[in-house]
Structure formats: C-alpha cells, structure tokens
Nanobody, 112 residues
Framework: QVQLVESGGGLVPPGGSLKLSCAPS????????MAWYRQTPGKQRELVARSTSSSIINYADFVEDRFIIVRDSAKNTLDLQMNDLKPEDTAVYYCYADPNSWGQGTQVTVAS
C-alpha cells in the first residue's frame, strides 16, 4: 500500500480554475496506475481521470477537455488542473493509486 496526501481543494466561482495535487509516499514512477475520483453525497465514487506509467491517459466524458491530469516525476506528484469549473463539479476529490490505495479526499466547491 502507498500513502497518498492530497492538496489544493477549495471554493471557486463558476468558470474558475483549481489545481489538485496528490503526493504518494513512494516514487510515482513505481506506481503503474494513478487516478483522480470524485464523490458527492448519495452517489457512487466516479472516475475523473487516470494516468498510467506507460503514458495512457483516460478522462471521464463529463471532463469535456476542461481538466488535465499530469504525472510530475520531478515533484513526485499527480496533479489535476481543472479549468472552467461548473457547480456540478462540486464534490470530494480522491487520489487513487494501484493497488487500491486512497487519499483522504479534498473538497472542491464551485459556487458564486
């Protein structure tokens, strides 16, 4: 298991931007798959974006080219740059790493 520490959540108005970061407790290059998920009350946790060490990247359909996931080996972080945020993006965002490690979650609230 790997420990994951997330940062970067907060309150932002519609159309604004936020960057989330996830720092794993070991080298990010040693972890095959990492991802960002999100969850709202009463709903299942859903995939936002995924990145593998073999450079495969997947985004959920709702991202619509607004978000960018980046593995930064130099900083040892998995970042999620979120642009043009919408109220429906409000959720707790979780970092995930193989095999089955989760961060504590960071709240993102999009409201005016």
């Amino acid at each position: 298991q790997v420990q994951l520490v997330e940062s970067g959540g907060g309150l932002v108005p519609p159309g604004g931007s936020l960057k989330l970061s996830c720092a794993p407790s070991r080298s990010i290059d040693s972890i095959y798959s990492m991802a960002w998920y999100r969850q709202t009350p009463g709903k299942q946790r859903e995939l936002v974006a995924r990145s593998t060490s073999s450079s495969i990247i997947n985004y959920a359909d709702f991202v619509e080219d607004r978000f960018i996931i980046v593995r930064d080996s130099a900083k040892n972080t998995l970042d999620l740059q979120m642009n043009d945020l919408k109220p429906e993006d409000t959720a707790v965002y979780y970092c995930y790493a193989d095999p089955n490690s989760w961060g504590q979650g960071t709240q993102v609230t999009v409201a005016s």
